[in-house]
């Protein structure tokens, strides 16, 4: 079972600046949901280890990867 998400979680790097705001988040996991101009800023969020997906273009393909990342 998937743990319980964060909602409009505000992702940081490691010197507390916010890089952007994911939509839906687990943050234990490294895994977030990103819409609109948070998904554009989510180069530094991956190069932080962050799992990115972009709400909007969701797909069924994409529920198993996350539920795989949510489990570790």
Known sequence: ????????FEIAN???EILTTAEIAWP??????L???CWEDRSECERD???CFELKKLT???IPEILKLLDK
């Open 60 to 62: 069924t393909t994409d």
């Open 49 to 51: 280890g962050w799992n």
């Open 28 to 33: 234990a996991q490294k895994v977030a949901l």
């Open 35 to 37: 819409h609109g101009e």
């Open 14 to 16: 490691p010197d507390n």
């Open 1 to 8: 079972m998937a743990p319980a998400p964060e909602i409009y």
